[in-house]
């Protein structure tokens, strides 16, 4: 059977959407799926305390202790003490509003303060004006990501 470059195509993407597997429970075990929901994935801790913001322009454009260079857009934030690479979800108390970030930074420096965002999620999570906000810090965990 000679198919076209089209056909090929669509063979392919109905074998991988076939193959695929699903988040369906099985028994008492739910299957891991990575496209699962963050908001449905366990917590291993909550930190509860203030949060804020920084940019290329504090942070003078360096990179951020895990290499890379930091970008404003980016959903990443920097702790003084979880490892470098954990996902955590940040919800703005006085909101509710909520984002998965990354641990890619060490800080923040100042008293009473358990994360600095990117001014990025910060605009996101609606306290960018603001500068610094009440947050819950849930520590995902690492199975689910």
Request: proline share 4%; charged share 20%.
């Given at each position: ?25 099985i ?26 913001w ?30 470098l ?5 940040v ?11 990354t ?43």
């Amino acid at each position: 059977m000679n198919l076209t470059r089209n056909q090929k195509s669509v063979a392919l993407a109905i074998a991988g959407v076939i193959l695929t597997p699903s988040c369906a429970a099985i028994g008492n075990a739910t299957a891991k799926c990575a496209n699962q929901s963050p908001d449905s994935w366990p917590v291993e801790s909550v930190q509860k305390g203030k949060a804020s913001w920084y940019s290329v322009k504090s942070n003078y454009g360096t990179r951020t202790a895990s290499g890379q260079r930091l970008k404003n857009t980016a959903a990443t934030a920097a702790h003084k003490t979880l490892p470098l690479g954990t996902k955590v979800r940040v919800t703005n108390m006085a909101n509710g509003k909520a984002e998965v970030v990354t641990i890619t930074d060490r800080g923040p420096y100042i008293r009473d303060r358990v994360i600095d965002v990117t001014i990025g999620v910060a605009e996101r999570l609606g306290f960018a004006a603001r500068g610094v906000v009440p947050v819950k810090v849930e520590v995902l965990t690492r199975s689910a990501w």
